[in-house]
């Protein structure tokens, strides 16, 4: 700042005028060129009543302090430039399980609206700490629950509907619910985090735990299982769509749905992302509004 307020008092010719373009007061103004002289140990401007004129050494400064200036501006302006351009490498982390949801097919579309950005989709292997991505060179990662970490920022790009189903052969052996409580007596395949199911009655909201007769931490373990004839399970309806219309699983109690969940893009908080990051979350955003997921 003290540059920058030499060089002002020198163009500017005048104390007050400086300040007045800086936005500052005069008094500040007064004490960067004092502090600045005390610094450098010698005279940079002489004073008088009428006028003010650099000493040898203030103009061998000056010439000093408007290179490095102009350096300072040109590289700000370089970095600037840079995030407003959406271009670069651009590495996304999702569950594998995503992967069923036609993510290939949005991120293809993406790369070619955007040929200048590379594109490095990676299937799986996310933590369970939300900012863990960023540590791990990730840009951006997809979450599809809450985020409450304050050092990470989300974007909501989609809305996910879930789907009680089991096979014929096990609603055979263990019997049709005919209400989420029936549930209670019933095989169930659940994730490990949280075993308990949401049914919505109305404006109730009804909780459920089933016998666990299986569990994982992933989607895909989780369909398979169901698959099995292992259970009762709450898949993503998309996932499980074409099993329903084959009819290797059964939607069991429609009438009682499942809450909706958020799909996010979670990116590193501070300032304005770069351009490459909010063109892609703004892309997925519109891309799913087109192809919703249901």
Not at 22 to 33: D, E, M, T
Not at 76 to 93: K, M, P, Y
Not at 178 to 204: M, N, V, Y
């Amino acid at each position: 700042m003290t540059m920058t307020t030499f060089v002002q008092v020198v163009r500017k010719s005048s104390f007050t005028s400086a300040a007045r373009t800086l936005g500052i007061s005069r008094a500040l103004v007064s004490r960067h060129i004092a502090e600045l002289e005390a610094h450098l140990g010698v005279r940079l401007l002489n004073r008088t009543t009428r006028s003010i004129s650099m000493t040898e050494a203030g103009k061998d400064y000056f010439d000093f302090c408007t290179r490095i200036l102009d350096e300072i501006s040109s590289v700000e302006g370089q970095i600037t430039d840079r995030n407003d351009e959406a271009e670069g490498n651009l590495s996304v982390i999702v569950p594998k399980w995503i992967g069923s949801m036609d993510i290939a097919d949005a991120v293809t579309e993406f790369c070619l609206a955007y040929p200048g950005i590379t594109m490095n989709l990676h299937l799986g292997g996310m933590s369970q700490k939300t900012y863990d991505f960023i540590e791990r060179g990730f840009d951006v990662a997809l979450h599809t629950r809450n985020i409450p970490d304050s050092l990470v920022r989300v974007k909501k790009i989609a809305t996910l509907h879930y789907a009680m189903v089991a096979t014929p052969g096990c609603i055979a052996r263990h019997g049709m619910p005919e209400h989420p409580r029936d549930l209670a007596e019933k095989p169930c395949i659940t994730q490990d985090t949280d075993q308990s199911w949401r049914f919505l009655a109305g404006d109730t909201t009804l909780t459920v735990k089933g016998k666990v007769a299986a569990s994982s931490n992933t989607y895909l373990v989780l369909r398979k299982m169901v698959l099995g004839g292992l259970g009762f399970g709450v898949l993503p309806r998309q996932m499980v769509r074409e099993d329903i219309v084959a009819g290797e699983l059964v939607d069991v109690l429609p009438e009682y749905p499942l809450p909706e969940r958020p799909l996010y893009a979670v990116f590193a908080p501070g300032g304005t992302p770069p351009k490459k990051i909010r063109v892609f979350n703004e892309f997925l955003s519109r891309w799913f509004k087109k192809h919703p997921i249901e």
